[in-house]
């Protein structure tokens, strides 16, 4: 799932499956969209 994040003043879409960060949120959807998420860079 792709989720907004605020860095540095400015708004930031993560997909929560790796943790990338996209500066839109059309990119982070459609990466989300081919992400497996099967490395995730942090666990919570
Ligand atoms: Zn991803």
Redesign the pocket.
């Known amino acids: 799932m792709v989720v907004q994040t605020e860095r540095d003043d400015s708004t930031w879409w993560e ?1 929560e ?4 960060l996209f500066d839109e949120k059309t990119d982070a959807s459609d ?2 969209t081919h ?1 497996d ?1 099967s490395e995730p860079s942090y666990i919570q």
Not at 17 to 20: A, E, K, R, S, V
Request: with cysteine.
């Open positions: 997909c499956d790796c943790g990338l990466h989300e992400c998420g």
